[in-house]
């Protein structure tokens, strides 16, 4: 067995699980990254992974598996880059394991992330918001949980994750309404709700009646609503609420984080500070915030119309003489 393979586990149970106490799901996407890299390897030198040295994992090669990722599976810059901050997260550990390989270590760790431009965020307007929210049928268990998921996810921000991991114990409906969550980087919060939402999740939670530490929103057998059928039953809702009259519908794609970028985008029109905004949705960085600002045209507006026009004045139009008109059309 070569120095890699060792070195690959100790990073996984020493530093991420034990040092850094690292989530699932961060565990889960660098092996991910390490388990494409290996079978890349792999079959580019003909060894088993459980062969491949460190050596065999130098800059040429991790360059290669980057343009892989994305010519041959496809994947966005994003996840590129993604896969490639797993692989420096690996190397800077081996550097300090392995100072043999250094040379070819320090190649690795100078690649570079790909620059990716930012489009501009979608969110809803205060009448699709209306429109999908009517979409589910309130003549059943289903749509009653959906109407009250969205509602509860258009109104407080929360991603996707973290709705999921609701449990009926997390929220409090009286003085003071919130609802807590343990959300990304085990970062708890606590988001207020607004009286028309205690109102739609009081209702729920009755009909619920759950224990404190059930699922908020569980599926028919009883587990947790998984990512994709959360996102399934929103495509259904969208389609279903654009075929209902909302035609701004049709060229929309829905998601979970749209409904977060919606509650963001309510904050801001509100005039809540970008600082509150960023606390409320649980960001790391407030520059994380500065999309929402790009996105708001409204904003733009009203910033616009504050400025003082500058002292010009329009120029007149004056016909050209009709000799020298004729000569320019020669």
Known sequence: MSALAPTLQAFFTDRLIRQRHASANNVGAYRDACKLLL?????RTGKQPCH????????????????????????????RNARLAAIRSLFRFAALRHPEHAADIERVLAI???????AL???????????????????TWTGRRDHTLLTLAIQTGLRLSELIGLRCGDLYTGTGAHVACHGKGRKDRITPITPSTVAVVTGWLAERDGHPDQPLFPSRRGTPLSRDAIERRLAIYTTRAAQDGCHTLHDKKVSAHVLRHTAAMR???AGIDTSVIALWLGHENVETTQIYLHA????????IARTTPPNTTPGRYRP???????????
């Open 52 to 79: 491949l040295d460190i050596g065999d994992l130098d800059a040429e090669t991790i360059a290669a598996f980057l343009d892989h990722l994305e010519h041959d599976r496809g994947n966005s810059i994003s996840t």
């Open 39 to 43: 079978s890349f390897v792999s079959e």
């Open 112 to 118: 570079p992330p790909k620059r990716l431009e930012r």
């Open 320 to 330: 050209p003489d009709t000799v020298l008109g004729f000569l320019d059309t020669l």
């Open 296 to 303: 708001d045209l409204a904003l733009k507006e009203r910033a």
């Open 121 to 139: 965020i979608d969110y809803l307007t205060d009448t699709e918001i209306d429109a999908l929210l009517a979409a589910p049928d309130p003549t």
């Open 267 to 269: 904050l801001l029109h």
